[in-house]
C-alpha cells in the first residue's frame, strides 16, 4: 500500500488544497453539531510515521469543535494496567458516546505497528480483533474515519534533527523514532502489509502526504467532512428506508424445557457437599489469582431463579478482595449513549481478578429482544458480537462461565407469591409483566443457548427448581472447569515454572491445603 503509492504531487490532487484552514475547520465544527443533534458517534484514528505530525493534524481538527463533545486519546506502548487487560479494552473503553467525537492519536494498531519481531499469524489475529471491534461500531451507526500520515526517510530525519535541537520539545522523540528512521524499508513494509490487511469496506485507510503539515492537516479536514456527511446521510436514509428485517435462524430448540426439574438434595448433603466444595472453590480462586487468569462467571435465568443466592454462596468462602460482583440491571444513561458492550468492557476483570456478572451482556438477546428494546437486526448480529468478544477474552486466557438456572413457570409462581409475602421490596410489577411474556423468554433463551455455547465459553443449564440441588451444582461445575484450566496451564509452562504451580494445584482429594498457597 505505501510502498507502490506515490506521494510526490499529492497536494496536486488534494481537492481541499487552495481552501482555508479555518473554513475548513469551522464546516468541520458545523457537522459536528449535526452528529450531536442526530446522536451520531464519530471516531477519528490518526496513525503515521513518527515525527509525520500527528500532533500537528489533530489540533487543526479540534480546533473549532465543541469541547463539551470531543476527546483526544493518545495510544502508546502498553503499560503496567494494560498488559494485563485483553487486546480491545483500551479501545472499548475510550469509544465515543452518541453524538461525541472521539480523536485517537494512534490506536488500537500502534504496538503491533511497532514490532517488526510479531508473525504473520499474531498480526492475522490482531487485526481480525480490530475488524470486529471496529464493525460493531460501524454497524452501531459509528463513523469511522482513518488516517495514515506518510512522510519519507529523508523528512523524517530532518524532523527529529529539529525536535532533538529544540530543549523545549525533544522529549517527543523517542526511541520509536530513531528505530524506524534507521530501518525504513523495513517498517515501510510492515506498515503496508498492515494497511492492506485492515483497509475494511466500512472502515478504509486514507494515505496522507504528511511532507506539507498544513497541506496534510486541509486534507484530513476535508475528507472528514466529506466522510462524516456520508456517515449522516446513512444515518438518515436508514430511518427513512427503514424495512421489516427478515431473519435466518429457524432452528427450534428446547433445551430449557427438557432440563430435569424434578432434582432435589436434602439438607443434610447439600450443607455436607456445600461445605467441601465451597472451601475447594476458595483454593482454586486462589489457584487462578497466582497464575494471573481472568475469570469471567455470567449469571442468566428466569426471574427469582436464585441467581443471587447461587453467587453468594459460590463466592462464601473466597477472599473478596479477588472477586466483584457486577449487577446488571437497566443501562444508565451513559451506557445507554454507547454500544451496549461498552460497560462490560468497564467491568472486565485483568489477569487474577475474578468478575461476576449478575445478568449481562445477554440482555440484548433477553429482555431487550423480548421487550423490543432492541430491533431485530440489533439483536440478531448481537450473537456474533458477543462470540467474538467471548473468544477475544478466552484467548487471552480467561476462564469464561456462563450459568443459566431455570425454574419452571409453576415453581416461579410458588416463589413470586412467598416474594410478595416475605419480600415485597424483591418483586415489582415489571415481574409479573416478564411472566406474562414467559413463552418470549423461553424460546429467546433457547436460541441463545444454542447460537452463543461455545468450547471457550459454555453454557452451564442449572435445574433450579430446588436450591440447594442447583447451589451445590453451581459449585461443582464451577471447581471442574477451574481444576481443567490450570491443569491446562501446567501443559504450557516449563519445567522451572510448572515445579512452582503444582504447589497452589489442589490435591488429588479435590481439596487443596491451605498451607501449601502462598
Known amino acids: 500500500m505505501l510502498i507502490n503509492t506515490d506521494f510526490s504531487h499529492i497536494e496536486q490532487a488534494n481537492p481541499y488544497v ?134 519519507t526517510q529523508k523528512t523524517q530525519k530532518t524532523r527529529i534533527s529539529e525536535l532533538t535541537g529544540d530543549d ?23 506498515f503496508s502489509d498492515i494497511l492492506n490487511q485492515s483497509g475494511f469496506a466500512f472502515a478504509p485507510w486514507h494515505l496522507v502526504s504528511a511532507e506539507d503539515r498544513k497541506a496534510a492537516s486541509k486534507y484530513i479536514l476535508g475528507t472528514s467532512i466529506r466522510l462524516l456527511q456520508e456517515g449522516v446521510d446513512r444515518h438518515l436514509s436508514k430511518q427513512k428506508t427503514a424495512k421489516t428485517f427478515i431473519r435466518e435462524y429457524q432452528r427450534e430448540t428446547t433445551y430449557l424445557q427438557d432440563l430435569k426439574t424434578n432434582l432435589v438434595l436434602g439438607e443434610e448433603a447439600y450443607t455436607k457437599k456445600s461445605k467441601a466444595l465451597q472451601q475447594e472453590a476458595q483454593e482454586l480462586a486462589y489457584a487462578l489469582y497466582t497464575n494471573k487468569v481472568p475469570t469471567i462467571l455470567v449469571f442468566e435465568g428466569m426471574d ?109 409462581y410458588k416463589r413470586f407469591l412467598a416474594r410478595q409475602e416475605d419480600k415485597p421490596y424483591k418483586l415489582t410489577d415489571e415481574d409479573w409483566r416478564n411472566r406474562d411474556k414467559w413463552d418470549a423468554y423461553i424460546e429467546a433463551g ?36 477451574a481444576r481443567a484450566k490450570l491443569q491446562e496451564l501446567q501443559k504450557k509452562i516449563d519445567g522451572q515454572a510448572l515445579a512452582q504451580i503444582k504447589t497452589v494445584l489442589p490435591h488429588p482429594t479435590g481439596i487443596a491445603r491451605r498451607q501449601d498457597l502462598p
Open 168 to 190: 523545549n520539545r525533544k522529549f517527543l522523540i523517542t526511541k520509536n523514532d530513531t528505530d524506524q528512521n534507521k530501518h525504513y524499508k523495513k517498517y515501510q513494509k510492515h
Open 304 to 412: 427469582a431463579a436464585g441467581k443471587g443466592g447461587a453467587i453468594k454462596r459460590l463466592t462464601k468462602s473466597m477472599d473478596p478482595r479477588g472477586y466483584t460482583v457486577n449487577p446488571t440491571s437497566a443501562p444508565s444513561d451513559a451506557a445507554k449513549d454507547h454500544h451496549y458492550l461498552w460497560r462490560f468492557y468497564n467491568n472486565f476483570p485483568k489477569q487474577g481478578v475474578m468478575s461476576v456478572f449478575d445478568r449481562s451482556w445477554y440482555g440484548r438477546v433477553l429482555v431487550e429482544r423480548v421487550e423490543g428494546f432492541a430491533d431485530p437486526a440489533e439483536w440478531e448480529r448481537a450473537y456474533g458480537e458477543i462470540t467474538a468478544m467471548e473468544q477475544e477474552l478466552a484467548d487471552f486466557g480467561a476462564l469464561i462461565l456462563k450459568f443459566f438456572i431455570y425454574i419452571d413457570k409453576d415453581e416461579q
Open 18 to 151: 487552495a481552501m482555508k484552514r479555518s473554513y475548513l475547520a469551522e464546516h468541520l465544527a458545523m457537522l459536528q453539531r449535526q452528529c450531536m443533534h442526530l446522536n451520531i458517534p464519530a471516531l477519528i484514528i490518526v496513525e503515521g510515521w513518527e515525527s509525520s505530525g500527528k500532533g500537528y493534524v489533530i489540533n487543526e481538527l479540534a480546533r473549532e469543535l465543541d469541547t463539551r463533545a470531543f476527546s483526544v486519546h493518545v495510544f502508546e506502548r502498553d503499560g503496567e494496567e494494560e498488559e494485563k487487560r485483553s487486546f480491545s479494552w483500551r479501545f472499548w473503553t475510550r469509544i465515543p458516546a452518541k453524538g461525541d467525537f472521539a480523536i485517537f492519536d494512534r490506536s488500537s494498531y500502534y504496538d503491533m505497528m511497532n514490532d517488526l519481531s510479531l508473525s504473520k499469524s499474531d498480526i492475522k489475529k490482531n487485526i481480525r480483533r480490530i475488524r470486529d471491534a471496529e464493525k460493531m461500531l460501524y454497524d452501531d451507526g459509528t463513523v469511522i474515519l482513518k488516517f495514515f500520515l506518510n512522510i
Open 446 to 481: 433457547n436460541e441463545m443457548i444454542d447460537r452463543t455455547s461455545t468450547a471457550t465459553a459454555p453454557w452451564i443449564l442449572v435445574e433450579g427448581n430446588n436450591k440447594p440441588y442447583a447451589r451445590v451444582k453451581v459449585l461443582a461445575e464451577f471447581n471442574q472447569r
